[in-house]
């Protein structure tokens, strides 16, 4: 986007406050339940604009502008704050000064997209008041539910975000109905067999053959009992076990990750995953033991608010430049864990840079183009008026994500 773009959609000003604080969050970046600096230069931001806040779940920020009058309910705007462990290669001037940490994830980004639409809606407040979250933790993927259990959707009507996103370019927005993120629910199985010596196989029960027999089992499931038309993922990513060349593992360890964008097939796939281990237990006299960690569940659309995110699209970029997900995303997002308690949507920011395609999120290059932090503020500015003035006269919001 060129300049003349940009403050079309924010004024200069402000978009120039948003590039420097995203450019500090960026030299400075910080770990999920970490981010100490980072929720102290958005807190100090706040100060100077004049907004009253709270923090929460350690490093959170929950904040409350005023609306044009105070209805009983709110509309929420999230951002989130931590970085990865990952060391930087960007070349960037503002390169992170903390050896082995980055924002590679955009996160530094989301929070000043923030700040720049709090910024606004105090210029034009809209029909209700705005719930502003700052998060922490969203890479941990625990942060939303702390954020929740401290309240920040208290008095809440619906909640709306976004994530910065390279694979589209900049000044466009990506609306898309139905599941956008998958769960993320994590599992650990244990063999317990019997060590033995390596020259006499017999008197041992081998934790590797058993290992090897589940890791190649579970691929199964997906591929044999799950309807194609239902993304889903099995991912076997640590196998431990073993002591010495020439001694049978008596234990060892999976460990990996369950995806799925559908509900009832999450549920499938960890009855599927227990039963599978069980049977390969019998057929081996292992002990087998399964943990699954039911982490965030799928992130999903509701298609009535996927028509209210894009009527406010609508208000900042042209019809051409509100795009869909062009590939099914099996990623995360605890962003869905707001929408187990309250309506909302969660759509994407066109962030591409020239030359840096190939660069995903969590890569030590990553970099997203910073227009794409007006285009992102001023969707959040005309979706809580959108959504404000429906609070305002009374309509009650579907229930999406679960």
Excluded at 2 to 15: D, L
Excluded at 52 to 80: F, M, N, S, W
Excluded at 88 to 112: I, K, Q, Y
Aim: glycine share 10%.
């Amino acid at each position: 986007m060129r300049t003349e773009e940009i403050t079309k959609v924010v004024p200069q000003g402000v978009f120039a406050r948003m590039v420097a604080l995203r450019r500090d969050l960026h030299r400075h970046p910080e770990l999920s339940w970490q981010e100490e600096r980072t929720s102290r230069r958005i807190r100090e931001h706040l100060d100077e604009l004049g907004i009253p806040y709270r923090q929460a779940a350690g490093h959170g920020i929950i904040a409350d502008l005023p609306g044009q009058t105070e209805g009983p309910k709110k509309i929420a705007l999230r951002g989130d704050m931590d970085a990865l462990p990952v060391t930087e290669r960007t070349g960037l001037e503002f390169a992170s000064e903390r050896e082995g940490l980055m924002h590679a994830c955009g996160h530094d980004g989301h929070s000043s997209i923030l700040l720049g639409a709090a910024e606004m809606l105090l210029e034009r407040p809209p029909p209700v008041g705005v719930r502003l979250i700052w998060q922490p933790a969203e890479e941990t993927a625990d942060g939303a539910q702390a954020m929740v259990d401290h309240g920040a959707l208290d008095g809440v009507a619906a909640i709306f975000g976004g994530h910065l996103d390279r694979h589209y370019p900049p000044g466009t927005l990506v609306i898309t109905p139905g599941a956008v993120n998958a769960s993320t629910d994590l599992f650990t199985i244990d063999i317990q067999g019997q060590q033995g010596h390596g020259a006499r196989p017999h008197e041992a029960l081998d934790a590797v053959v058993v290992g090897s027999l589940l890791v190649t089992s579970l691929q199964t499931i997906v591929s044999r009992e799950v309807d194609p038309a239902h993304p889903s993922v099995i991912s076997v990513g640590s196998f431990h076990a073993g002591s010495a060349p020439n001694v049978i593992a008596g234990e060892a360890t999976l460990s990996g990750t369950i995806r799925s964008q559908d509900p009832a097939v999450r549920d499938h796939l960890h009855r599927s995953l227990r039963r599978i281990a069980e049977a390969v237990g019998i057929l081996h006299q292992a002990s087998i033991t399964v943990d699954i960690d039911r982490r965030t569940p799928p992130l999903i659309n509701h298609p009535w608010m996927v028509q209210l995110a894009r009527k406010a699209a609508r208000r900042v970029v042209d019809e051409e430049q509100i795009l869909e997900l062009h590939t099914v995303n099996m990623g995360g997002e605890d962003f869905a864990c707001y929408l187990n308690h309250v309506p909302g949507g969660y759509i994407r920011y066109g962030a591409q840079v020239p030359g840096r395609e190939s660069y995903p999120a969590h890569s030590s290059r990553f970099d997203f183009h910073e227009s794409a932090m007006a285009t992102g503020a001023a969707w959040l500015v005309q979706i809580a008026h959108l959504a404000g003035q429906q609070v305002a006269d009374g309509v009650t919001f579907p229930q999406g994500g679960r």
